[in-house]
């Protein structure tokens, strides 16, 4: 089991940036693979980017491509979202999750997850 916390969310104009963290606890860091997902109000929980365990291996969905970037730092027991030009439909509460083993992007694959942290992009 590893338990996750989110932070670095906030408010922020379209165009910006932030970087969220997620601090985890627990020896066995290094040997989840991560991952990133977020919620809007009246929608599912989808899909971000995820990483592996080494942060040999990223995967990314389609919208946010070329303006966020995941990594980790093992040493640390931290994974990281860079997250630049940022539009208003970027807003949502962003999640933190790991799963021991390979990279996956379901939403069901991921049993530990993270309290979650506000992101809002006005326009």
């Known amino acids: 089991q590893v338990q996750l916390v989110e932070s670095g969310g906030g408010l922020v104009q379209a165009g910006g940036s932030l970087r969220l963290s997620c601090a985890a606890s627990?020896?066995?860091?290094?040997?989840?693979?991560m991952g990133w997902f977020r919620q809007a109000p009246g929608k599912e929980r989808e899909f971000v980017a995820a990483?592996?365990?080494?942060?040999?291996?990223?995967a990314y969905t389609d919208s946010v491509k070329g303006r966020f970037t995941i990594s980790r730092d093992n040493a640390k027991n931290t994974m990281y979202l860079q997250m630049n030009s940022l539009k208003p439909e970027d807003t949502a509460v962003y999640y933190c999750?790991?799963?021991?083993?390979?990279?996956?992007?379901?939403?069901?694959?991921?049993?530990?997850w993270g309290p979650g942290t506000q992101v809002t992009v006005s326009s």
């Open positions: 627990g020896r066995t860091f290094s040997s989840y693979a």
């Open positions: 990483i592996s365990w080494s942060g040999s291996s990223t």
């Open positions: 999750a790991a799963r021991p083993g390979f990279v996956r992007v379901g939403v069901q694959e991921y049993a530990n």
